[in-house]
Nanobody
Framework: QVQVVESGGGLVQAGGSLRLSCAAS????????MGWFRQAPGKEREFVSA????????SYADSVEGRYTISRDNAKNTVYLQMNTLKPEDTAVYYC?????????????????WGQGTQVTVSS
């Protein structure tokens, strides 16, 4: 059993920043990739970013490229998502996910464990 817990969401004005954290605990695997997805009201879940175990491979959605930065601290089993220059359209519930096969992908189906999500609201 793997637990995935996100934190760091909140309300911020447009142009502001937030940093999300995601901690994996329990029966974690020796190496695993982690990803971030988001879902806005009335919309489908979409990929945001992902990072490999080593951090050497990262991926970003076009909509966040240059504004968001993903990183991880394996000693803490934690991945971070630094979000800068936030826009109202970034408002969504942000979900963290774990790929036990260390696959960096925008396809949510490759991820095995998911968190409950954290709300990010950007006001205009």
């Amino acid at each position: 059993q793997v637990q995935v817990v996100e934190s760091g969401g909140g309300l911020v004005q447009a142009g502001g920043s937030l940093r999300l954290s995601c901690a994996a605990s329990g029966r974690t695997f020796s190496i695993y990739a982690m990803g971030w997805f988001r879902q806005a009201p009335g919309k489908e879940r979409e990929f945001v970013s992902a990072i490999s175990w080593s951090g050497g491979s990262t991926s970003y959605a076009d909509s966040v490229e240059g504004r968001y930065t993903i990183s991880r601290d394996n000693a803490k089993n934690t991945v971070y998502l630094q979000m800068n220059t936030l826009k109202p359209e970034d408002t969504a519930v942000y979900y963290c996910a774990v790929s036990k096969d260390n696959i960096v992908s925008s396809n949510g189906n490759v991820y095995d464990y998911w968190g409950q999500g954290t709300q990010v609201t950007v006001s205009s």
